[in-house]
Structure formats: C-alpha cells, structure tokens
C-alpha cells in the first residue's frame, strides 16, 4: 500500500518512480523509524504519514521552480533529511549539500547516505549563517531549500547568502504564508533576492495545502550577511524598529 502511495502521488508530481526508488524509500523509512528511537527525529512514526507528510511533501518542490540537469541544491536546516534526501533519491543528476548543526543528525544523515548509496549526497555539520560567509559555499547553489525552519525574515538570512547570482530560494511554507511575506519584504530586497512568487499546491492525495515561496537572487548578499544567529533572530531583517 505504502508502495502504491507513493508511486502515485510520485506521478502526480510528473515523476515516475522505479523499483529502486522505492526501495530506496522503503530503506529510508525503516532507517528514520528505527534510529527515532533515540534521536528523536521526527514526530511522524506511521509509515504511511511518512510517504505522505515527508518524502510526496518534499518532493513537492521540484513542482516550484526548475532544477536543471546537474544542479547545485542545497538544503537548510534539514535535520532527518527532508527536504534534500527525497529530491536526491528521484534526482540523481543533482549534487545535494544537506546542512545541519545537529551532530547527532549529522550521524543518521550519513548512515542513510551510505544505506541507500547516495554519492551525490554532501554532507555539511555547521550552522548555516556560517557555512553563507564560507568562500566554499557563499553564493555556490543554483538552488537553496527549506523547509520548516523558520519565519521568513529569519530563514532568508540563513539561505539568500548560499544562492548564486541567477538561482532561486524556495522555502516551503503552509498555505498562510501573505503576513510572512510582507514582514520579509525590504529585507529579501537588502539580500540581493527579487519579489518572491508563491506556487499554491496540495501533497498529492491529501487536502494538505503548501505554500511553495520562490525567489530569485538578482545581486549579490553585501558581505556583512548573515549576522549570527542572535542578531537575525532578534532583530530580523524586515523588522521596523521604533
């Protein structure tokens, strides 16, 4: 059933699904329920809500914008891996940059790199405001992904810095996403990034809305972003004072 579900909501994405990506899938999902006991991965512990509310949820993005053959994607902040495991295992020709702080993340990513044998697969232990001033990583992606890791005047600064000059953010958001849009606005603009355009869909089979934010990087982040992180979090761009 499990199987059926996803090769389904697959094909409803316009991506078609072979037994070795489901395969890879299955791995994926005995791995984050087994490693769940102890690391506290995810609250989503039925298989089924799994293919549904993590991998369709996150193969959702590829929908958002267009990732050229061989792409850089980078994803931030993605803890058991989403979204940047599933769009590797149906998107081979692209090289994925996972970005986590989280060492004991870190040490699931890589056992489920190695499990589902994902050489295209990069794996990044830091924070991401500063893997953005790292020569090696600033301005580097064709794409840069979120996906629930913050309001968007926060998450902007952890990720515009990463794309380059060309290439596109998307972070994935929930269907009311209009307030954080106009509390980001003049700080997307002060990152390089242009006016973001949302693609509304729903997860495939379900009535589960999703707010898909593109934005375009038009110019160069200045190079005193990102802040650290308490400066972004206390006072975020966008944020009027006084």
């Known amino acids: 059933m499990i199987d059926q579900i996803l090769s389904d909501g697959a094909r409803a994405l316009g991506i078609q699904?072979?037994?070795?990506?489901?395969?890879?899938?299955s791995t994926y999902t005995s791995l984050l329920l087994e490693w769940n006991e102890k690391?506290?991965?995810t609250a989503i512990t039925d298989p089924v809500e799994i293919a549904v509310k993590h991998h369709?949820?996150?193969?959702?993005c590829l929908k958002a914008a267009e990732f050229g053959r061989g792409a850089l994607v980078a994803d931030v902040g993605t803890g058991a891996g989403f979204p940047g495991v599933p769009i590797a295992?149906?998107?081979p020709d692209l090289a994925v940059t996972l970005i986590e702080a989280t060492k004991k993340k870190l040490i699931f990513l890589e056992e489920v790199r190695r499990r589902l044998?994902?050489?295209h697969v990069e794996l990044v232990h830091a924070r991401a405001e500063d893997v953005g001033k790292q020569a090696e990583y600033r301005e580097k992606y064709d794409i840069v992904l979120a996906r629930a890791v913050s309001?968007?005047?926060?998450?902007?600064?952890?990720?515009?810095?990463?794309?380059?000059?060309?290439?596109?953010?998307i972070a994935q958001k929930g269907p009311e996403v209009d307030g954080e849009l106009a509390a980001a606005g003049p700080g997307i603009g002060t990152l390089g990034g242009g006016k973001p355009d949302?693609?509304?869909?729903?997860i495939p089979g379900t009535d589960i809305g999703r707010s898909m934010v593109v934005i375009k990087k038009l110019k160069p982040t200045p190079a005193h972003f990102p802040r650290s992180s308490s400066q972004i979090v206390r006072k975020p761009l966008?944020?009027?004072?006084?």
């Not at 699904?17 to 899938?25: H, N, V, Y």
């Not at 369709?56 to 959702?60: G, Q």
Request: proline letters at 4%; aromatic letters at 8%; zero cysteines.
């Open 17 to 25: 699904l072979g037994r070795r990506e489901i395969e890879r899938f």
């Open 39 to 41: 690391f506290n991965l």
């Open 56 to 60: 369709l949820d996150s193969l959702t």
């Open 89 to 91: 295992i149906v998107r």
């Open 117 to 119: 044998e994902l050489p």
């Open 151 to 169: 309001v968007m005047r926060v998450l902007i600064e952890y990720s515009l810095p990463l794309v380059r000059v060309g290439g596109v953010f």
């Open 198 to 202: 949302v693609v509304r869909l729903t």
């Open 238 to 242: 966008g944020t009027r004072v006084g």
